[in-house]
């Protein structure tokens, strides 16, 4: 297939996850983000932030997890991977394997695949700065998959059993 097909794939697939997210969603300011593999608690909408790279193929704003202006950047591999991910400045996940620096899509920082402590589902990536300064506040940041997450409200609505349903 040729890149622009997979460009249109990948953009119907993070619509069709927008537009499910966003459906009942409560006006917290805080919404859990699970593991799509295990619903283990990966982070939360309070911790996503902008954290934008040139190594993006494509990316774009959109409202998820009930946050307006989420950047979304999608990114591939070598082996043509493509992987819509969004910035956390915290998560659950659990880094695993060494530390690569060459094929890092954030420069000068060194990245991890990153799993879900629970079911050790892959979730995305931990990146540190290659140079830290000593006495620096923590500069690692997550860039999570976003079709390995699920917001807890879209779960909970999707799993719902209606009100006007009777046995």
């Not at 927008?18 to 982070?43: M, P």
């Not at 774009?60 to 400045?89: N, R």
């Not at 050790?120 to 390995?148: H, I, R, W």
Request: aromatic share 16%; proline share 4%.
């Amino acid at each position: 297939m040729t890149s622009n097909v997979w460009y249109i794939i990948l953009s119907l697939l993070v619509s069709m996850i927008v537009a499910f997210d966003e459906v009942n969603l409560t006006q917290q300011n805080k919404e859990n983000i699970l593991c799509r593999g295990c619903g283990l608690e990966i982070s939360t909408s309070s911790d996503i932030f902008l954290k934008s790279s040139a190594k993006s193929r494509y990316s774009f704003y959109d409202t998820l997890y009930g946050k307006d202006d989420v950047l979304v950047q999608i990114f591939t591999t070598d082996v043509f991977f493509h992987y819509p991910v969004i910035t956390f400045k915290q998560s659950t996940c659990v880094p695993t394997g060494e530390w690569e620096e060459t094929t890092s899509w954030f420069p000068d920082y060194l990245w991890k695949p990153c799993v879900c402590s629970e079911c050790g589902a892959f979730v995305g990536f931990v990146f540190k700065p290659v140079y830290s300064s000593v006495g620096a506040a923590n500069n690692q940041f997550y860039g999570l998959v976003l079709t390995t997450v699920i917001s807890e409200n879209f779960l909970d609505f999707i799993t719902e059993y209606p009100a006007n349903i009777s046995n």
